[in-house]
């Protein structure tokens, strides 16, 4: 029962223009939403959240969309550059009374090119 | 300086054994977890562990015993090991609060049953 998808495994992108990674949640009690980047032989690093009360939430290339309805949300990457290449993996986060409790996508290999 | 350290990086070792990964906090964190990224590279979540007292216990063979001497520690005991354990192990703690604090993973155990 995955609850988070990540249905691209990968994408590649030129260096400059947009990356655009998507996600999709069945969920809905998750009450946030989050981005984190992975290069290899290295853990996870948080990127960037967004609530779910929110749609939208920018932190300077960093963008994450989330649209409630279609249970769907996507991280805008402008503009893309060679070091964001990486894995990209999107969350999900529940609240458990005394803890919460993240759930991965699968990740998606996004490749900036020259 | 390490934020979230994991010992050892790599661990190679037969089927039977029994062995232990560790795992030290130094941002002063309440929360500690881990979690395991199969073959598929999917990460899910194992174990949770807040100031020392367990509150998230997933779908986890009991062969699987984490313990928390201190809130900065969570060791990850595993016996009777099988080939299946083959994975990769992150620690990772966050403050104690919503979701939208970004935890902060470890740079990951990848462990081999042969």
């Known amino acids: 029962d995955q609850q988070v998808k990540q249905n691209s495994p990968s994408l590649s992108v030129q260096e400059g223009r947009i990356s655009i990674l998507n996600c999709d949640y069945t969920?809905?009690?998750?009450?946030?939403f989050l981005w984190y980047k992975k290069y290899p032989a290295e853990g996870p690093t948080f990127l960037i959240s967004?609530?779910?009360?929110?749609d939208k939430n920018e932190d300077g290339r960093f963008t994450v969309f989330l649209n409630k309805s279609a249970k769907h949300l996507s991280l805008h990457i402008v503009p893309s550059q060679p070091g964001d290449s990486a894995v990209y993996f999107c969350?999900?986060?529940?609240?458990?009374?005394?803890?919460?409790?993240?759930?991965f996508g699968t990740g998606t290999r996004l490749q900036v090119t020259l | 300086d390490t934020a979230v350290s994991q010992t050892p990086k790599y661990l190679v070792t037969q089927m039977g054994n029994d062995k232990s990964i560790k795992c030290e906090q130094n941002?002063?964190?309440?929360?500690m977890y881990w979690y395991k990224q199969d073959s598929k590279k999917f990460l899910k979540i194992m174990f949770s562990?807040?100031?020392?007292?367990?509150?998230i216990n997933e779908t986890v063979p009991n062969r699987f015993s984490p313990k928390s001497p201190d809130k900065a520690h969570l060791n990850l005991h595993i016996n009777s090991l099988e080939l299946g354990d083959s994975a990769v192990y992150f620690c990772?703690?966050?403050?104690?609060?919503?979701?939208?604090?970004?935890?902060?993973f470890g740079s990951g155990t990848r462990l081999t049953v042969v």
């Open positions: 990772a703690s966050s403050p104690l609060g919503q979701g939208d604090y970004g935890y902060t």
């Open positions: 969920n809905s009690m998750f009450d946030y």
């Open positions: 967004i609530s779910s009360i929110k």
């Open positions: 969350a999900a986060s529940a609240w458990l009374v005394t803890a919460s409790k993240l759930t």
């Open positions: 941002l002063g964190h309440d929360t």
């Open positions: 562990y807040n100031n020392k007292e367990l509150i």
